[in-house]
């Protein structure tokens, strides 16, 4: 038990170090990007297992679905409504049912960042 407590620490420890490091690399390659009016580059690399790869940068804003809160309060009871009004779109599908989800969803843009991906 003491081994895997210790063993789960470490790893989460690991873990969040690594985040921060992704999310710090990532805010400065996408202000780079900014600055140099850059939106997509492909170049040769290796991976942590030192194997040939490439990757795909890319500056994106993804499209995003939220709920329409005021008109899913027009489509539910009050019950159901307070049960989901803070809940993700899947958490509405769930209480409401995926009608309801659909009706309720209005499209949207994200946040603009940069995705970086094996390339194909």
Known sequence: MKTLARSAYIAGVEKNRAGREEE????EL????EQLGL????FATTNAK??????????????RDSIDVKLLR?????ETFLRVVSAAKKAVEEQAGKEIAVKATVSGT???NVFVRPAK
């Open 50 to 63: 030192h194997e040939a790869m490439r990757l795909e940068v890319e500056v994106l804003t993804p499209e």
């Open 30 to 33: 996408f202000t780079q990007c």
């Open 24 to 27: 710090r690399s990532r805010k």
């Open 39 to 42: 939106e997509r580059f492909c």
């Open 74 to 78: 027009e489509l539910v009871d009050e």
């Open 110 to 112: 994200g946040t603009r």
